[in-house]
């Protein structure tokens, strides 16, 4: 059946360094790879969307590449803030309305 | 309005009881989804809306639970003869219903059975 995993560790890092998360997947091809952020007490919100073609999408600070090889995306926040401190969720399609959400990993930014 | 509504945003009651949960999706969204999110889970998807289409109910986990939505609006997701293990937070999103659309979730209800 159609995976997808996150690290389910949290990840704590140092205000300003770059924050990467991984994303993988097994047994199949998405078509689509959406990154989410969610925060405590609210609902998911869209952050970046990346096609099974495209290698690498870019907004602000953040950057997600696709990398269909190793069945890997990676979401990228550079010059990371305390603000940037969230769970964050992928979720992949394949092609149709549905969409699979990994278990999101929680992001920690110290000062 | 400005996003999707989700009622009441928390709920507690007895084993046994029937709740309905509520989902106003923002307007000119035909694609309505349901899911449920376990405490430190990811999402799990309970069923899909869109348009005048027959539901995609597959993700429903028993008959205790059934959503209707009437046309391109309102979404109800009830859950009969509640059980403890249904204690989770249940999220609505609503998008313009294409491929790789981006879905805008409401605040969730939070739903504990005592």
């Known amino acids: 059946s159609q995976k997808i995993e996150q690290n389910s560790e949290a990840l704590n890092i140092q205000e300003g360094k770059t924050a990467t998360l991984t994303c993988n997947y097994t047994?199949?091809?998405?078509?689509?790879l959406q990154w989410y952020r969610q925060d405590p007490g609210r609902g998911p919100v869209f952050l970046l969307l990346?096609?099974?073609?495209?290698k690498e999408k870019r907004k602000e600070r953040l950057k997600v590449t696709f990398d269909t090889t190793l069945k890997q995306s990676l979401f990228h926040i550079t010059a990371s803030q305390p603000a940037d401190s969230a769970t964050y969720l992928c979720?992949?399609?394949?092609?149709?309305?549905?969409?699979?959400f990994g278990t999101g990993t929680r992001l920690k930014v110290l000062a | 309005g400005a996003g999707v509504s989700q009622s009441p945003s928390n709920k507690v009651t007895e084993k046994g009881k029937d709740v309905e949960l509520r989902c106003d999706p923002i307007?000119?969204?035909?694609?309505l989804y349901w899911y449920r999110q376990r405490l430190g889970q990811g999402l799990e998807f309970l069923i899909y809306?869109?348009?005048?289409?027959?539901?995609?109910k597959s993700g429903l986990p028993s008959d205790r639970f059934s959503a209707e939505r009437t046309g391109e609006s309102v979404s109800t997701l009830t859950i009969q003869r509640t059980q403890q293990e249904d204690s989770a937070v249940y999220l609505c999103?609503?998008?313009?219903?294409?491929?790789?659309?981006?879905?805008?979730f409401g605040a969730g209800t939070r739903l504990s059975v005592l």
């Open positions: 307007s000119g969204h035909t694609a």
């Open positions: 047994n199949y091809s998405p078509a689509y």
């Open positions: 809306f869109q348009g005048n289409s027959a539901p995609d």
């Open positions: 979720a992949h399609s394949s092609g149709t309305y549905k969409y699979i």
């Open positions: 999103a609503s998008s313009f219903g294409t491929s790789g659309d981006i879905q805008y």
């Open positions: 990346i096609r099974e073609n495209e």
